[in-house]
């Protein structure tokens, strides 16, 4: 029996499979981020990557702090500038996508506006986590033991996905 009908509570489809005709710009709850084509999580994933492999090279560079908040800052604007310029440029926003069906590359800027908050939020927490494991030790083993880290835990939502029994 269904734990969710047990209770008296209706099931949405939450744990099982979410309501398919929630949009983008509907998206009002982090378990929505679940229900992203796995190439989101490949496309934010190798996003994170790269910024932990990018800083690694910087911080070998220089660990000056003010150059990790320069950093820190300057990727997350550089991440952010595509976004809003297409929103600025595009004339329809509220026409979006079901979240499942979403393109990886004609939709990334019709998210919900905090998405775009926690996903920064995100970002910025492995700069600073990097930076800061890096200025203990910034050997290469460091910088692959973290992208191990940083690979398991963002795609984290993708291997409940894949591995979840149905």
């Given at each position: ?18 309501t398919?005709?929630?949009?983008l ?15 989101i ?31 820190a ?11 809003v310029?297409l ?13 499942r069906?979403?393109?990886?590359f004609?939709?990334?800027?019709r998210f ?30 460091t ?9 398991v ?14």
């Amino acid at each position: 029996m269904d734990w969710h009908k047990s209770k008296g509570v209706p099931d949405c489809g939450v744990m099982n499979s979410p309501t398919p005709a929630k949009r983008l710009h509907e998206m009002n709850a982090l378990e929505d981020m679940g229900q992203f084509p796995l190439v989101i999580y490949v496309g934010a994933t190798g996003n994170v990557l790269a910024t932990l492999t990018a800083t690694w090279f910087l911080h070998h560079y220089t660990d000056d702090l003010r150059v990790l908040w320069l950093w820190a800052v300057g990727i997350i604007v550089l991440n952010l500038s595509p976004v809003v310029f297409l929103r600025f440029v595009s004339k329809n926003t509220r026409d979006t996508p079901p979240i499942r069906e979403m393109n990886f590359f004609r939709d990334q800027h019709r998210f919900a506006s905090w998405v775009y908050a926690v996903a920064s939020g995100n970002l910025f927490f492995w700069i600073v986590t990097a930076w800061c494991v890096f200025s203990f030790n910034a050997e290469l083993p460091t910088l692959l033991g973290l992208l191990a880290s940083a690979l398991v835990v963002t795609s984290f939502p993708a291997w409940i996905r894949l591995f979840r029994k149905n």
